[in-house]
């Protein structure tokens, strides 16, 4: 699989150029692949008897269209993934938007191994195929997928899943809670899908788990504009109504409750556990996963040296100036010369001014539930120095637990830390002993 994955990325390097709108393309009566139906079309056509039409049928970047006249065309590439094996099953493809190209995600099933065949395009072109992790459901998986949607006062509702265990109930589940920036209900960051993999993972062993698309993500264009935007409206109050949703649903066990925060999320975790305590569904535990206890603009500082430090000449071409950065995280030392609508990392002034005021640290004196705190050591986002003062404030509290693990990254994935983003460009899952740990805290609670 491994070789097989090397090949194809020297056969079709994923093509991630900007182009200009409304290029011309030679083929000017080739079809666009606009919608999920398109691309069960184009699949089924690439592992059909004549997977050659697709090198005229479809819109292709010029770039990929020259590296495919060069490497033999899709037949070369229908070729070289069916060499790991016979097509079994293709499973619908579903649609994400990443950086403004659509990624179209194509469980397949071999007769060797399973894998998402992943088509990526540019305003309806095709712009690269990959392969991924694969996402779709395996023949004779007992896990039930619920759709069950939050509601968000004002705006609407946020697309929601429940990934139950077999049988009936009722299970202990864990709420997911995302880091920073808008993210999908999988957290995707590159080839990395920490919350489906967490859903899956901990649904096998018994406990249910609910994600939900994060509001910034599904609302983004409706809250550009809200300088009042805070921590508050962006993640605790929907993790908050996730809570008390879950207590009325029929499966799921009232009193065993749990929240688990990733990044900014475990950030949050006190300021969820403060408010929950008011509310008449409360969590009975929670998990920070890469959680830190120090001010988001420290972290900020630290991540920009280390990218600077380690891969200047890629932070160079993104158009990134280390100073430039610097001065503007400066601004965050005088606050009340700061307007509502002026922004700073992409955050208004009223968001970085709740964030001053607000100490995760010493609110989470303040929790009396078991809490889990989990970090990778190779992690250069949040790092072993956070996971340190954790310990050092609350390692000897019999309600807290403490676990590192050797090898692993921000999202609890096998990574190296300088690498850095790099570590996203490449398929991995949650490490298992993550799993395991967050399964084992949750059941032996109950005992």
Not at 13 to 19: G, N, R
């Amino acid at each position: 699989m491994r070789k097989m994955s090397k090949m194809l990325a020297a056969l079709l390097a994923l093509v991630m150029t900007l182009t200009a709108c409304g290029m011309a393309f030679a083929e000017q009566e080739a079809r666009k692949i606009e919608t999920p139906a398109d691309a069960d079309e184009w699949i089924q056509t690439l592992f059909g008897e004549h997977p050659e039409e697709l090198d005229s049928a479809w819109e292709l970047m010029p770039e990929l269209k020259t590296a495919l006249e060069a490497a033999g065309g899709m037949k070369a590439v229908a070729m070289q993934i069916t060499s790991i094996g016979e097509v079994k099953e293709i499973q619908p493809a579903y649609q994400k938007e990443i950086q403004g190209y659509q990624f179209f995600y194509i469980p397949c099933i071999f007769s060797t191994t399973s894998v998402d065949i992943v088509l990526v395009t540019l305003d309806g072109a095709v712009a690269g195929v990959q392969t991924s992790i694969f996402s779709g459901k395996q023949e004779g998986s007992d896990l039930v997928g619920v759709e069950l949607n939050l509601p968000v006062p004002e705006l609407g509702e946020l697309p929601g899943s429940l990934t139950l265990p077999a049988g009936d109930g009722p299970f202990p589940v864990i709420v997911l809670v995302h880091g920073s920036g808008p993210n999908d209900m999988d957290e995707s960051i590159g080839y990395v899908r920490p919350f489906k993999d967490l859903a899956e993972g901990l649904a096998a062993k018994g406990v249910a788990v609910y994600r939900y698309d994060k509001r910034t993500y599904t609302y983004k264009a409706e809250l550009a504009d809200n300088y009042q935007l805070t921590l508050m409206e962006e993640t605790v109050d929907d993790a908050v109504a996730a809570v008390q949703m879950l207590a009325q649903q029929e499966k799921i066990d009232p009193e065993r409750i749990y929240v688990l925060g990733h990044s900014l999320g475990g950030i949050a975790i006190p300021m969820i556990d403060k408010v929950l305590k008011e509310q008449p569904a409360a969590a009975c535990g929670y998990v920070m996963m890469a959680g830190s206890p120090r001010k988001l603009d420290e972290l900020f500082r630290e991540q920009y040296e280390f990218m600077f430090s380690t891969q200047p000449e890629v932070m160079e071409q993104a158009g990134m100036n280390k100073e430039d950065i610097l001065s503007e995280l400066d601004r965050l030392n005088d606050l009340d010369t700061l307007a509502d609508s002026d922004a700073i990392q992409g955050a208004y002034a009223p968001y970085w001014k709740w964030l001053a005021e607000y100490d995760q640290l010493k609110m989470a004196e303040e929790i009396t539930a078991p809490v889990l705190v989990l970090q990778g050591e190779e992690d250069w986002q949040v790092t072993m120095k956070d996971f340190e003062i954790w310990k050092e404030a609350f390692g000897d509290k019999e309600n807290w637990t403490m676990i590192s693990y050797p090898g692993l990254i921000h999202t609890m994935t096998p990574g190296v830390m300088n690498d850095v983003s790099a570590n996203y460009a490449k398929a991995a899952k949650v490490d298992e002993k993550v799993i395991g740990d967050i399964a084992e805290f949750i059941l032996e609670e109950k005992k």
